[in-house]
């Protein structure tokens, strides 16, 4: 997945990070696109470092795309960001 505040793309495992891109999203090497890559598995998001995103920003973000009704099947997920696990519970803008 990449995403930021605009929105998040989910792709096949067999795609890379920096050939997918929408309007507002796109991730690029070495911090140079305006969003996060993360990978997801069964029950957990693992975000990539961005220089850019603050943990609390990326928990903001990913609490926002929780709420979504079509991404519900993460409303449980764990989320880490550079390994160490965020807080979700207290995102609000």
Do not use: C
């Not at 920003?57 to 009704?69: C, M, Y």
């Amino acid at each position: 997945m990449i995403f930021n505040a605009h929105g998040a793309i989910i792709f096949s495992v067999k795609q890379e990070h920096r050939n997918q891109k929408a309007e507002f999203i796109f991730y690029e090497d070495n911090y140079k696109g305006n969003a996060m890559a993360a990978m997801l598995a069964p029950n957990k998001i693992e975000v990539r470092y961005h220089q850019a995103f603050s943990d609390k920003q990326v928990a903001r973000i990913i609490s926002t795309l929780k709420d979504h009704p079509e991404l519900n099947f993460m409303v449980d997920w764990q989320a880490t960001y550079q390994g160490r696990p965020l807080d979700l519970s207290n995102t609000s803008a």
